[in-house]
């Protein structure tokens, strides 16, 4: 099969069930987002400071330092993606937050190939304070 596009595939973290593509990206940002810093053996770099960002009170900087944390994570650890453009989309008195992404989805971006470039908008991501 000359020219299929190679897709990264994985297990689902919920159902056990085999992903490829677009779900298995979005459980991989997922994944990089609500981990923390030092939290994974062997890998202590690999995460994200998010959570540590949403002990903070809500404030106009804080989202700044949000997209920030997202952007420079997924750069780090997700050679599939390149985020174009973040909207914070929830706020809850929780300190729950929903946070859209867009973004050029490139399949074989692990490989080195950014050749294929698909335009991808998810829909929000949700961040809380308590949960993962």
């Known amino acids: 099969m000359v020219g299929a596009i190679r897709y990264r595939a994985g297990i689902d973290a919920v ?22 810093l030092e939290e994974m053996v062997m890998l202590l770099d690999f995460g994200s400071n998010l959570r540590g960002l949403l002990a903070e009170d809500i404030e106009p ?3 700044l330092d949000i997209y920030n944390e997202m ?8 050679p599939e993606y390149e ?12 300190g729950t937050l929903g946070i859209r992404h867009a973004g050029i989805y490139y399949p074989e971006g692990r490989l080195g190939n ?12 949700s961040l809380g304070r308590g949960g993962a």
Do not use: F
């Not at 940002?29 to 923390?36: A, P, S």
């Not at 952007?71 to 997700?78: G, H, L, Y």
């Not at 950014?114 to 991501?125: G, M, R």
């Open 61 to 63: 900087g804080l989202a």
């Open 15 to 36: 159902t056990g069930n085999p992903i490829t593509g677009v779900p298995h990206l979005v459980q991989s940002l997922g994944r990089i987002w609500m981990t923390r």
């Open 114 to 125: 950014y050749d294929i470039a698909i335009p991808l908008t998810v829909p929000p991501t």
């Open 83 to 94: 985020i174009t453009s973040l909207q914070l989309v929830k706020v809850t008195q929780d």
């Open 71 to 78: 952007v420079a994570s997924a750069a780090r650890w997700e």
